[in-house]
């Protein structure tokens, strides 16, 4: 019975779980950090094990505990140490945070240790798996690394942190434990007042220098540049999130905004700040943001070019290539739709035997009236569609050209399709493949019913024949014992008469 029990003991937590059982384990150690979702790191010398609470309570920071648990494989496909059991033994000794820089916690030396470091918060944004929970984004040269920490304590939002160069004291983990189990290294800071605000931000955040114009420089340096500022013109805006900005002194550069900003109008003037980066051909903002301009600046006006689809795709000599010269030019292209705009904005603009991408999500109003097959003349901003510049990608590939159209004048339907489309020739086609297997069927309904009549017809045409039969037979018996009785009586009566006369005569 005790072998029972002690079985049952250790069954009963584990019933229910997805995940395969490695092994049971036990551990000893002070706690160094809680997360809010009462998961824990301990640490016993000068080793550190990240445990996931199973248990309806949490331990506090700085508690001697000693636990037992299970191992498991968890989503991530390595060993999770589960803790089933918690003894508080006593008060530990909290090890001081370890002063690190953000490559050195990116190399991953660190992992599960206390470390404090430094760094420009340049982005914050909430996580979309986990609404509880919000990150910063620090950097420091070409590193970036990002802070996490649950913001149901914070009051005045996250905003306040943009710009403000912070001191973040936290859990160096190799993910954040969810799906983003690629995250690589960052720091999981469990109260908000870890974060340190060491230099506040300007009080005008757009108070950074402006984008350098120069051309000769190495991508590792334009990456490792701190914030920047830029002034221009929209000329595009598509995606939800990017625009193209024709600054004073002519240079194009795209735009990526940070967070859930409405994308300005084409042809407003903004200022813009944000991370250079580079697809090789420019220099480029990322996290960024804008805001309307407050200042006089004139930019320059977009003018159509005399560019064919052929140019984009196709050099001198006729050999397949991307013109990325044309990257911010407007053109004009001749084409058929193809596609369904309504889905995401997007559609294939047919010239020829090339087919070049149409973004109308600044002119959505645009989509209800282009049907697939029509002939229309398209206005446009060339974009090239690139990849940004990373260490393990030295040469970014170009994707493509798209078109983005800026005004719901820069669609001009030339022939609208004709009736007899292919789709609507293929819903005509089902429909009459539809009557005609609905005429089959009912004509199939109705011979069963005929033949099911015709049967039920002969049946009573049987019956009724032999009910005629049967009556006249009775009659013929009917009459032919009639007539036999008729006659002997008659000769009784007869042979009667005759005795009588005889006796009469002779008695």
Known sequence: MRTVGALLLILVPLLGRA???????????????????????IRNA????????????????????AVRGYVEIGLDHHENRCVTGLERLGTGELPPPVDATLGQILEGRLIYHLVRTTGL????????????????????????????????????????????????????????GGRRIFIHNHINVDDPSRIEVLNPAPDDHFDVPELESAYYTNPRDIVSSDRRRVSGAVTAAWG??????????????????????????????VHVIGL????????????????????????????????????L???????????????????????????????????????????????????????????????????????????????????PQIRGITLITRFPNDIRVLTTPPWWTPGRLLVVIGSLFAALVGILIWNRALNRLVERRGRQLF?????????????????????????????????????????????KTKP
């Open 459 to 503: 049946r009573e045409q049987v019956a009724r024949t032999s009910s005629e039969l049967k009556v006249d037979e009775r009659t013929r018996l009917a009459v032919e014992l009639h007539d036999t009785l008729s006659q002997k009586l008659a000769g009784v009566a007869y042979q009667i008469a005759s005795l009588h006369r005889i006796l």
């Open 276 to 311: 250079p980066d580079t697809d090789l051909f420019r220099i480029n903002l990322t996290h960024a943001e804008f805001r309307p301009a407050t200042n006089d600046f004139t930019v320059a006006a977009l003018v159509p070019s005399d560019l064919a689809v052929e140019d």
């Open 121 to 176: 918060v340049v982005s914050t944004a909430k996580d979309e798996v986990d609404p509880a929970f919000s990150y910063l984004i620090l950097k420091s040269g070409q590193d970036m690394l990002q802070v996490t920490f649950p913001d149901a304590r914070i009051t005045n939002g996250l905003a306040c942190y943009v710009g403000t160069t912070v001191r973040a004291t936290g859990i160096c983990i190799p993910n954040l």
């Open 313 to 395: 795709f196709l050099d001198k000599n006729g050999k397949n290539r991307f013109n990325a010269d044309a990257h911010g030019q407007l053109i004009r292209l001749r084409g058929t739709i193809r596609g369904n705009p309504l889905y995401d904005g997007r559609l294939n603009l047919e010239c020829g035997r090339f087919t070049i991408p149409l973004d109308i999500s600044a002119i959505p109003e645009t989509a209800q009236k282009l049907a697939s097959g029509s002939m229309v003349e398209a206005t446009g901003v060339c974009i090239l569609e690139t990849d940004n510049w990373r260490p393990n990608v030295i040469v």
């Open 19 to 41: 995940h395969p059982i490695v092994r049971e384990f036990a551990a000893t150690g002070t706690v160094i950090s809680v997360s809010s979702s009462r998961d824990f790191l």
């Open 46 to 65: 000068d080793e550190y094990t990240f445990l996931y609470n199973k248990l309806p309570s949490a331990p506090h920071r700085g508690d001697l505990v």
């Open 240 to 269: 939800g999130n990017r625009f193209l900005l024709r600054t004073i002194d002519g240079r194009d550069i795209k735009v990526t905004l940070a967070a859930a900003q409405t994308l300005p109008r084409c042809g407003e003037r």
